[in-house]
């Protein structure tokens, strides 16, 4: 699989060639003058030896803004970028899923998508205006 073209599914560009497999994780280079190397969870490609291609379900974009691993694998950080992994616990104590349950709890749910108050809405914008000239 080293060597093979790096391909996003989403918009069918080569986006990188794969250098390395560690553990669960597709190792890309990508880039022209200034090459870095990123983690793919290997559970997102699919493997065309025919082709010599991979292809994954991930956005080029998504895969870029993952953190680099140019010096080596911050499994966690990769994890957590990717929403992998939920196990690791946070500084309270709770898992990353009990946090956001918890932060969800505590928010009143809407069902449409307009803010409670809006000024422009609402017509508070004029309010420092005298009545006459509105």
Same mark, same amino acid.
């Not at 990123?38 to 956005?59: E, G, I, K, M, N």
């Given at each position: 699989?080293?060597?093979?073209?790096?391909?996003?599914?989403?918009?069918?560009?080569?986006?990188?060639?794969?250098?390395? #497999?560690?553990?669960?994780?597709?190792?890309?280079?990508?880039?022209?003058? #200034?090459?870095?190397?990123?983690?793919?969870?290997?559970?997102?490609?699919?493997?065309?030896?025919?082709?010599?291609?991979?292809?994954?379900?991930?956005?080029?974009?998504?895969?870029?803004?993952?953190?680099?691993?140019?010096?080596?694998?911050?499994?966690?950080?990769?994890?957590?970028?990717? $929403?992998?992994?939920?196990?690791?616990?946070?500084? $309270?104590? +709770?898992?990353?899923?009990?946090?956001?349950?918890?932060?969800?709890?505590?928010?009143?749910?809407?069902?449409?998508?307009?803010?409670?108050?809006?000024?422009?809405?609402?017509?508070? #914008?004029?309010?420092?205006?005298?009545? +006459?000239?509105?």
């Amino acid at each position: 699989m080293n060597g093979y073209d790096f391909i996003t599914a989403v918009d069918d560009k080569h986006w990188g060639t794969v250098v390395d #497999r560690e553990g669960n994780y597709v190792i890309v280079e990508h880039g022209t003058l #200034r090459k870095h190397r990123y983690a793919v969870p290997a559970s997102t490609v699919d493997v065309d030896d025919d082709a010599q291609q991979v292809r994954t379900t991930l956005s080029g974009e998504l895969i870029a803004e993952s953190p680099k691993v140019d010096d080596g694998i911050d499994h966690d950080a990769v994890a957590r970028h990717y $929403g992998l992994g939920d196990t690791s616990e946070t500084a $309270g104590g +709770e898992t990353a899923t009990e946090e956001r349950a918890q932060i969800r709890e505590g928010q009143p749910e809407s069902t449409d998508a307009m803010p409670d108050e809006s000024p422009a809405l609402l017509g508070d #914008r004029l309010s420092d205006v005298p009545e +006459e000239r509105r």
